[in-house]
């Protein structure tokens, strides 16, 4: 843990952490997968800090209707879903609310995923070791199924590394990876954005300039 009560902006959360997987510096078979928006200001940090190539993982929390900002669910790119059981039970949500809701995201998950994939191929993922990044886990949802998604690529190890979460969502997440970084784990969690000074909503220009920015890293490195 760091002696910390907010993180300054996304920029700090992610030298922090990188300072956490500095380990990984470096490595031939490291990659950073930040889950878009958020995580990549994020992931674009710890990926510069380490030598590390970024790229993202694309997830879509499945918002309950009516509260869109409460997570019944996610998914992500290769038809991954995953639903909170407990969530969709307590309020009573239909397959075929669901479904819509989910039908609606995935337009909008391949909407960002060509936006931001212009001109760049998909990493090769099996037998590497995946950091997967975001901002923070409030019900972890979106990094659930990011797992999952990463998972089916067989790489050697997952980790997640996030600047903050709330403790519930971790220990869900434990089973099934190899490692999880988190700097702060509050007794009460509020909201991800609570726990910065500095949480304005990330762009997709920002998301595409950063990925430029770590492919032209990347280039510079390799030339070396």
Not at 123 to 138: E, M, S
Not at 173 to 191: E, G, K, N, Q, S
């Amino acid at each position: 843990m760091v002696d910390l009560t907010r993180f300054k902006n996304r920029i700090q959360a992610g030298e922090l952490l990188a300072d956490r997987l500095s380990e990984y510096a470096r490595s031939k078979e490291a990659i950073v997968l930040a889950l878009p928006r958020g995580g990549v200001p994020v992931g674009a940090v710890i990926a510069k800090i380490l030598e590390l190539p970024l790229d993202i993982l694309m997830v879509r929390k499945l918002g309950l209707p009516g509260s869109e900002e409460f997570a019944m669910g996610a998914i992500a790119s290769g038809d991954v879903r995953y639903l909170q059981d407990d969530v969709v039970d307590y309020y009573r949500i239909s397959d075929q609310v669901i479904d819509t809701v989910a039908q609606r995201e995935l337009l909008e998950l391949e909407r960002r995923e060509k936006l931001y994939r212009t001109g760049r191929h998909a990493p090769q993922l099996q037998g590497r070791v995946l950091i997967l990044v975001d901002d923070g886990l409030a019900t972890g949802s979106t990094m659930k199924v990011a797992v999952m998604a990463a998972r089916k690529a067989k790489p050697a190890r997952v980790i997640v590394a996030v600047p903050v979460a709330a403790a519930d969502s971790l220990e869900k997440l434990r089973p099934d990876v190899d490692d999880i970084i988190c700097l702060m784990v509050p007794d009460l969690f509020y909201a991800v954005g609570a726990w910065y000074e500095n949480f304005g909503q990330t762009s997709d220009e920002e998301v595409i300039r950063l990925l430029d920015d770590a492919e032209n890293d990347a280039n510079e490195r390799a030339q070396k």
